[in-house]
């Protein structure tokens, strides 16, 4: 009986998987549609003058540190370490992680530090895509991270303790 049960929680978060994967791609390619939807504006050529040519004008940019990206940049990091409490939370109640390897998950200074890698590979995307002028993208980088990173904390902290319940004292 006990093999059921295992099973059918093994394929519970089979679902669960597939389901997240499901979300990430269908958000990337909402960004992606967003980012080709508005293309940048291109000006009608001009006649010839002889004395002053006009060089085309660069869309309008702004800076990478800007308030949004700060915002962003720390939704991501804060989101990730509600993950790493989240993880250490359900670890705590017997259940096992199922997406990294146990020498990672169980070394704290090693975790830590793979989740403050997470946060910033996110800010190293978003600067790729800002350098190549895809500033929308930019943003969506971060706010992806921020959704899928909030839904494993959310599923984290959903999971039901392996251990028995404690009796309440009556």
């Known amino acids: 009986m006990a093999g059921a049960y295992r099973y059918n929680q093994e394929m519970r978060h089979n679902r669960l998987r597939c ?10 390619r ?72 146990d020498d990672v998950v169980n070394n704290s200074a090693g975790f830590a530090s793979l989740e403050a890698a997470g946060t910033a590979t996110s800010v190293g995307l978003s600067y790729w895509m800002h350098r190549a002028a895809h500033h929308r993208l930019e943003r969506w980088v971060s706010i992806i991270h921020i959704g899928v990173t909030g839904f494993g904390v959310v599923r984290n902290y959903s999971l039901e303790s392996k251990h028995p319940p404690r009796p309440t004292g009556r």
């Open 30 to 101: 909402l960004a992606i549609t967003a980012e080709a939807q508005n293309p940048p504006v291109v000006q009608a050529p001009q006649p010839a003058r002889t004395q002053a040519v006009q060089r085309p004008v660069a869309p309008p940019s702004h800076r990478f540190w800007d308030r949004t990206n700060i915002m962003l940049f720390s939704g991501v990091a804060v989101f990730r370490g509600l993950d790493y409490a989240s993880t250490r939370n359900f670890q705590a109640r017997g259940r096992q992680e199922i997406l990294l390897p």
């Open 19 to 28: 389901w997240s994967t499901v979300a990430v791609i269908l958000l990337c």
